[in-house]
């Protein structure tokens, strides 16, 4: 594991996420998501159908994208990703950045204290996180 190098990753694109004019905070999303699991349960328990269950699998997805958001601090979709920040607010960002070795796309990996930037094409090919 070689993390002596320091690349450049850029963030393209660094949306703040925003509902109503308000930033949309990983908490609030996570509180309001468990109420809309407990509702379609509830609903379920009370009809006896699956239709709640079919339209609750949606909040289900969300929950558990918002709880790998909530371990990870950043979930990828494709070229996208969402991050959140240490005071828990989320943003849309796409990051941009070849691996200096082999030229593969680069990510961010965050955990607990530490972060630091990783090649998707070999786990091997670590680099330190320059901010610019
Ligand atoms: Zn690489």
Known sequence: ???NKKVILK????KPIKVWGKQLKLTRVL???SVGLI????LYIEIKTLTPLIIGIIPAILFIISL???QNRIVYF????????NAGDLYLTKL???CPTCGGQLKIVKKSNTEYIQCQNNTEHKFYLEVN
């Open 68 to 70: 790998r958001l909530y």
């Open 96 to 98: 941009k950045g070849d």
């Open 11 to 14: 963030r393209e694109i660094e």
């Open 31 to 33: 509180l309001i998501l």
């Open 39 to 42: 509702y379609f349960i509830s």
């Open 78 to 85: 494709g070229n996208y990703s969402i991050e959140c920040s």
């Open 1 to 3: 594991m070689k993390k």
